[in-house]
T-cell receptor, first 115, second 114 residues
Framework: DSGVTQTPKHLITATGQRVTLRCSPRSGDLSVYWYQQSLDQGLQFLIQYYNGEERAKGNILERFSAQQFPDLHSELNLSSLELGDSALYFC??????????????FGEGSWLTVV | AQTVTQSQPEMSVQEAETVTLSCTYDTSESDYYLFWYKQPPSRQMILVIRQEAYKQQNATENRFSVNFQKAAKSFSLKISDSQLGDAAMYFCAYRRQGAQKLVFGQGTRLTINP
C-alpha cells in the first residue's frame, strides 16, 4: 500500500458526461500529480499541484481540470467525455515539488470507461 | 525533450532464473534520476528501484539490481531468482533534476514460467 488513496476505483459513464476523480496523497506529501495511462498513449503526465497551487502542466486537455484543496486532497474533473478518454487515471504524490531526490508514489488508479 | 525507450515489449523467464530488462533514454541533462516501476495485474504502479545519475554505484534492492551506463544512456534492470510474483509490466522512467514529471517508457511485459 503506497498510502495514496484514489476513488472511485472503477467508473463507467456515457459520452458527453462529466466525472470527478478524487485523490488523497500520502500523509505529509504536499505534491500531487495526475497521470493518464491508455493503450495508445502509454503513461502521460497531466498536471501537478504543490501545496494548493498548480506547478506544472503536461498533456492535459482543455476539457480536463484539476485542483488541490487546503487539506491537500486533489480532484481531477473530466468533462464532455469522449470514447478516447477511457483510461486508467493515476494520482501520485511526493513530499516536495521539484527535488528529484524524493520519490513519487502512485495510487491504485481510477479506471474510467466511457461508453 | 527527454525520451525513454524500452525495446522489449515482452520477455519471459523460467522461475528461479535471472532476466534483464533493457531501457535507454535520451537527455542532454547531467543531473537526473532513473526509476523502474512494476505494474502487476492489480494495475498499481509500484516503485522497484531508483538510481541517481550522479552516483556511479549501481543501485540494488534485494533481488533487483540495475546496470547504469551513463555515457551510453542505458539503464537495465536485472531480476535474480525470478519468482511468480514478479510477473508484471515493468516501466522505466526518467526525471530530470528540478523537473516535476516522470517520463515513462512503453513498458515490458514480463512473464514468469513455472
Amino acid at each position: 500500500d503506497s498510502g495514496v488513496t484514489q476513488t472511485p476505483k472503477h467508473l463507467i459513464t456515457a459520452t458527453g458526461q462529466r466525472v470527478t476523480l478524487r485523490c488523497s496523497p500520502r500523509s505529509g506529501d504536499l505534491s500531487v500529480y495526475w497521470y493518464q495511462q491508455s493503450l495508445d498513449q502509454g503513461l502521460q503526465f497531466l498536471i501537478q499541484y504543490y501545496n494548493g497551487e498548480e506547478r506544472a502542466k503536461g498533456n492535459i486537455l482543455e476539457r480536463f481540470s484539476a485542483q488541490q484543496f487546503p487539506d491537500l486532497h486533489s480532484e481531477l474533473n473530466l468533462s464532455s467525455l469522449e470514447l478516447g478518454d477511457s483510461a486508467l487515471y493515476f494520482c501520485a504524490s511526493s513530499v516536495s515539488a521539484e527535488d528529484g531526490e524524493n520519490t513519487i508514489y502512485f495510487g491504485e488508479g481510477s479506471w474510467l470507461t466511457v461508453v | 525533450a527527454q525520451t525513454v525507450t524500452q525495446s522489449q515489449p515482452e520477455m519471459s523467464v523460467q522461475e528461479a532464473e535471472t532476466v534483464t530488462l533493457s531501457c535507454t533514454y535520451d537527455t542532454s541533462e547531467s543531473d537526473y534520476y532513473l526509476f523502474w516501476y512494476k505494474q502487476p495485474p492489480s494495475r498499481q504502479m509500484i516503485l522497484v528501484i531508483r538510481q541517481e545519475a550522479y552516483k556511479q554505484q549501481n543501485a540494488t534492492e534485494n533481488r533487483f539490481s540495475v546496470n547504469f551506463q551513463k555515457a551510453a544512456k542505458s539503464f537495465s534492470l536485472k531480476i535474480s531468482d525470478s519468482q511468480l510474483g514478479d510477473a508484471a509490466m515493468y516501466f522505466c522512467a526518467y526525471r530530470r533534476q528540478g523537473a516535476q514529471k516522470l517520463v515513462f517508457g512503453q513498458g515490458t511485459r514480463l512473464t514468469i514460467n513455472p
